[in-house]
């Protein structure tokens, strides 16, 4: 057993690309020695921005070899009635590379076949490899690729060198003109030289010495290390930014750390632009002092280490100043700017092309988030008025100047310029929270106009697109319509909001009348199945079993909190070693409604025409839990009322054991079916039993 060692030295790499890649690079070399049957241990991936590296342990040095059998000509084709071969069972042997007299007859569904095993011969790991590597170089996903010199190989940036090492020996390939060897390089400026590899485990080590750390896990501590201690240095803390920090790891290879100073004049200017400015067009770490200031400073980590890193700070700060001098001056020009102009100017800005404007949507998202504050709190109350506000300026920003240099602080600035304008708290924090929740996990809005406002929104967007045919198919999504129906149903149950989704969505749909010439109803149905299949997802990924899920989502995902109450409960109950008779059971009742024929089944049960105790039992029980689960359900006691429905398991199966259904007498079996699609009815408000696996 020995260790593989595959690098692959480039031109600077973009910090964004490389750990993508290593997963990338390390599946793929993994699954080809897998494939081709070469024993191998872990993998440990290394990297920076010059190299993509990879170490796998105890690789055989040989592949396995493998007996197949490989499947001939009938037994009749190949042989005569005397057991002599003929031509057809010769040529079959030559093929196989095995003697006429080596040849099997095996018995198959189809008749006797002529048979031959056949050991596939061993190979070496590196002839293997040789040709696998640089085939798995042309396969690493990158963003974009690209090619230099007249070569017709294509890669995230140009090759300089691949180091190729099964133990002490090169596994020898081109890529272009690259002959991989055992050479590799150190930092481009602390030891540019040539650096022999004789074994693979001298790989990390020879590197640290040449001034690279390759380990990403080891770069990364040591860049945090010398951040935290340079801002204690400098009397603050670096603000916590973990993004910033794997993105700055990838940017060098010995992360060489330097503090800088701004003029505290740029102070003005809110602490969110100055630090998307240090932080999206520099890299630069923010600091602040015990009490969460911002100070007047920045920390920078080089690619090496200058003998006078004075110089180097202060060519930081010129490059800095530069920056917050353009957001200062974009900054005062928005605080001279009324908010209102910024909504009329979103006239000419294209929300989308069949939908209209951003400020046609603003006025749409406004009257929903008024139906939603009507449907939440008291109508016309203080809550519709926040709502209304919030909605009118949510987009104000984006035409503010700040907003356009800085694209990610949308809602921030919108916040930050009502916060200045003097609208309500609540408004003012509403316009930041309604693009919440941003990403897949993210924070949802916190206040209660924050939450209303991003329904509306998102709900404007869903509903718009499909009312002009916009509808997300297979992995197609551009308007990131699922994310924003997810966000949708997250707010709407962890605020456990009561009103109706189908009327939400029935709302919001009529706001596109001018818009659409899609049958609205059809509209309305086919977002609420989208919804709906959103909640099944969440739910799904939240643990929950898929036919419990399906059980409840197909009765009704109306109203959105109950859905998880309902999924909670039934999940909980089916845990119960009780439980899958008591599903048969009911499963029992649905089926035979549904295959039942009777076109006329009474709405009410005649207790006159009851013949066994069983059924004027069955019924008592019925009527008795029938009031106790319409309660339960009322008041979301959702565990008790699927107990109460529970209750009814012993009376079900004496029904079944003692009464014949469909009796032939037709007004005996229409009252039976009518006690039983009673009962269908009282616990397919619940789920549909049906669909639940026992």
Same mark, same amino acid.
């Given at each position: 057993?020995?260790?593989?060692?595959?690098?692959?030295?480039?031109?600077?790499?973009?910090?964004?690309?490389?750990?993508?890649?290593?997963?990338?690079? &390390?599946?793929?070399?993994?699954?080809?020695?897998?494939?081709?049957?070469?024993?191998?241990?872990?993998?440990?991936?290394?990297?920076?921005?010059?190299?993509?590296?990879?170490?796998?342990?105890?690789?055989?040095?040989?592949?396995? &070899?493998?007996?197949?059998?490989?499947?001939?000509?009938?037994?009749?084709?190949?042989?005569?009635?005397?057991?002599?071969?003929?031509?057809?069972?010769?040529?079959?042997?030559?093929?196989?590379?095995?003697?006429?007299?080596?040849?099997?007859?095996?018995?198959?569904?189809?008749?006797?076949?002529?048979?031959?095993?056949?050991?596939?011969?061993?190979?070496?790991?590196?002839?293997?490899?040789?040709?696998?590597?640089?085939?798995?170089?042309?396969?690493?996903?990158?963003?974009?690729?690209?090619?230099?010199?007249?070569?017709?190989?294509?890669?995230?940036?140009?090759?300089?060198?691949?180091?190729?090492?099964?133990?002490? +020996?090169?596994?020898?390939?081109?890529?272009?003109?690259?002959?991989?060897?055992?050479?590799?390089?150190?930092?481009?400026?602390?030891?540019?030289?040539?650096?022999?590899?004789?074994?693979?485990?001298?790989?990390?080590?020879?590197?640290?010495?040449?001034?690279?750390?390759?380990?990403?896990?080891?770069?990364?501590?040591?860049?945090?290390?010398?951040?935290?201690?340079?801002?204690?240095?400098?009397?603050?803390?670096?603000?916590?930014?973990?993004?910033?920090?794997?993105?700055?790891?990838?940017?060098?290879?010995?992360?060489?750390?330097?503090?800088?100073?701004?003029?505290?004049?740029?102070?003005?200017?809110?602490?969110?632009?100055?630090?998307?400015?240090?932080?999206?067009?520099?890299?630069?770490?923010?600091?602040?002092?015990?009490?969460?200031?911002?100070?007047?400073?920045?920390?920078?980590?080089?690619?090496?280490?200058?003998?006078?890193?004075?110089?180097?700070?202060?060519?930081?700060?010129?490059?800095?100043?530069?920056?917050?001098?353009?957001?200062?001056?974009?900054?005062?020009?928005?605080?001279?700017?009324?908010?209102?102009?910024?909504?009329?100017?979103?006239?000419?800005?294209?929300?989308?092309?069949?939908?209209?404007?951003?400020?046609?949507?603003?006025?749409?998202?406004?009257?929903?988030?008024?139906?939603?504050?009507?449907?939440?709190?008291?109508?016309?109350?203080?809550?519709?008025?926040?709502?209304?506000?919030?909605?009118?300026?949510?987009?104000?920003?984006?035409?503010?100047?700040?907003?356009?240099?800085? +694209?990610?602080?949308?809602?921030?600035?919108?916040?930050?310029?009502?916060?200045?304008?003097?609208?309500?708290?609540?408004?003012?924090?509403?316009?930041?929270?309604?693009?919440?929740?941003?990403?897949?996990g993210g924070p949802l809005p916190e206040t209660l106009t924050g939450a209303i406002v991003a329904i509306a929104d998102k709900m404007d967007s869903i509903c718009g697109c499909f009312s002009v045919g916009l509808i997300p198919t297979g992995g197609a999504d551009p308007y990131a319509l699922r994310r924003q129906g997810i966000g949708v149903?997250?707010?709407?149950?962890?605020?456990?909001?009561?009103?109706?989704?189908?009327?939400?969505?029935?709302?919001?749909?009529?706001?596109?009348?001018?818009?659409?010439?899609?049958?609205?109803?059809?509209?309305?149905?086919?977002?609420?199945?989208?919804?709906?299949?959103?909640?099944?997802?969440?739910?799904?990924?939240?643990?929950?079993?898929?036919?419990?899920?399906?059980?409840?989502?197909?009765?009704?995902?109306?109203?959105?909190?109950?859905?998880?109450?309902?999924?909670?409960?039934?999940?909980?109950?089916?845990?119960?070693?009780?439980?899958?008779?008591?599903?048969?059971?009911?499963?029992?009742?649905?089926?035979?409604?549904?295959? &039942?024929?009777?076109?006329?089944?009474?709405?009410?049960?005649?207790?006159?025409?009851?013949?066994?105790?069983?059924? &004027?039992?069955?019924?008592?029980?019925?009527?008795?839990?029938?009031?106790?689960?319409?309660?339960?359900?009322?008041?979301?006691?959702?565990?008790?009322?699927?107990?109460?429905?529970?209750?009814?398991?012993?009376?079900?199966?004496?029904?079944?054991?003692?009464?014949?259904?469909?009796?032939?007498?037709?007004?005996?079996?229409?009252?039976?079916?009518?006690?039983?699609?009673?009962?269908?009815?009282?616990?397919?408000?619940?789920?549909?039993?049906?669909?639940?696996? +026992?």
């Amino acid at each position: 057993m020995k260790t593989l060692l595959f690098e692959i030295g480039a031109e600077e790499i973009p910090a964004g690309y490389i750990e993508p890649a290593l997963d990338a690079l &390390s599946s793929q070399v993994l699954k080809k020695l897998t494939d081709a049957r070469i024993g191998h241990g872990s993998a440990r991936v290394f990297g920076t921005p010059r190299r993509l590296a990879l170490e796998v342990a105890d690789v055989a040095e040989m592949q396995e &070899s493998v007996t197949v059998e490989v499947m001939g000509p009938p037994e009749k084709v190949g042989f005569d009635e005397n057991g002599a071969p003929k031509v057809p069972a010769e040529k079959f042997a030559e093929k196989a590379g095995v003697a006429v007299g080596e040849l099997k007859i095996k018995e198959t569904p189809k008749g006797r076949y002529l048979c031959a095993e056949v050991t596939e011969p061993a190979l070496e790991t590196p002839k293997i490899l040789a040709d696998a590597l640089p085939e798995i170089m042309t396969r690493i996903p990158f963003p974009k690729t690209m090619k230099w010199g007249s070569l017709h190989v294509a890669f995230a940036r140009p090759v300089h060198w691949i180091v190729a090492l099964l133990g002490e +020996t090169v596994i020898p390939f081109t890529f272009g003109d690259i002959e991989s060897g055992n050479r590799t390089y150190g930092h481009r400026f602390l030891s540019p030289e040539a650096i022999e590899i004789r074994r693979p485990d001298e790989y990390a080590d020879k590197l640290r010495e040449a001034g690279v750390i390759a380990d990403l896990d080891e770069r990364r501590q040591m860049l945090v290390t010398a951040v935290n201690q340079v801002a204690a240095e400098m009397g603050g803390e670096i603000l916590p930014d973990e993004a910033l920090v794997d993105t700055v790891k990838n940017l060098v290879e010995y992360p060489a750390v330097v503090a800088g100073k701004f003029d505290a004049e740029f102070l003005e200017v809110p602490d969110e632009v100055l630090i998307t400015a240090m932080r999206e067009h520099q890299k630069y770490f923010a600091v602040a002092d015990s009490s969460g200031k911002l100070m007047p400073g920045f920390i920078v980590a080089n690619n090496t280490r200058a003998k006078d890193m004075s110089l180097v700070a202060t060519g930081h700060e010129r490059v800095l100043r530069a920056r917050l001098s353009d957001a200062q001056f974009f900054f005062r020009g928005d605080a001279d700017t009324a908010m209102e102009a910024w909504v009329e100017k979103l006239k000419k800005v294209l929300f989308q092309a069949k939908l209209g404007s951003v400020h046609e949507k603003v006025i749409r998202v406004r009257q929903l988030a008024e139906y939603l504050a009507d449907e939440i709190g008291p109508e016309g109350g203080d809550l519709k008025q926040k709502a209304s506000r919030a909605a009118w300026l949510c987009k104000a920003d984006l035409v503010s100047q700040v907003v356009i240099e800085f +694209t990610k602080l949308q809602g921030v600035m919108g916040r930050i310029y009502a916060g200045m304008a003097g609208e309500d708290a609540e408004v003012a924090t509403a316009i930041e929270e309604h693009y919440r929740p941003t990403y897949s996990g993210g924070p949802l809005p916190e206040t209660l106009t924050g939450a209303i406002v991003a329904i509306a929104d998102k709900m404007d967007s869903i509903c718009g697109c499909f009312s002009v045919g916009l509808i997300p198919t297979g992995g197609a999504d551009p308007y990131a319509l699922r994310r924003q129906g997810i966000g949708v149903l997250q707010i709407l149950h962890e605020k456990g909001f009561s009103f109706s989704l189908t009327g939400l969505i029935e709302k919001s749909v009529s706001l596109f009348a001018d818009k659409s010439d899609r049958d609205a109803g059809e509209t309305v149905a086919g977002v609420y199945d989208f919804l709906k299949n959103r909640v099944a997802h969440i739910l799904e990924d939240e643990g929950f079993s898929r036919d419990v899920i399906v059980a409840v989502a197909d009765v009704t995902v109306d109203h959105v909190p109950h859905v998880w109450d309902r999924v909670g409960a039934l999940e909980k109950l089916k845990a119960e070693p009780d439980f899958e008779p008591l599903a048969i059971a009911f499963k029992r009742i649905v089926n035979i409604i549904r295959k &039942s024929e009777v076109g006329d089944i009474p709405d009410t049960v005649d207790e006159a025409l009851f013949e066994d105790a069983t059924e &004027s039992g069955l019924y008592a029980a019925f009527q008795e839990v029938a009031g106790k689960v319409r309660e339960n359900l009322v008041r979301g006691a959702f565990d008790q009322a699927l107990l109460d429905i529970a209750s009814l398991k012993g009376p079900v199966d004496r029904f079944f054991d003692d009464v014949m259904v469909m009796a032939e007498d037709e007004k005996l079996r229409n009252n039976r079916l009518a006690l039983l699609r009673q009962m269908a009815e009282m616990f397919g408000q619940f789920a549909d039993f049906s669909k639940i696996s +026992t």
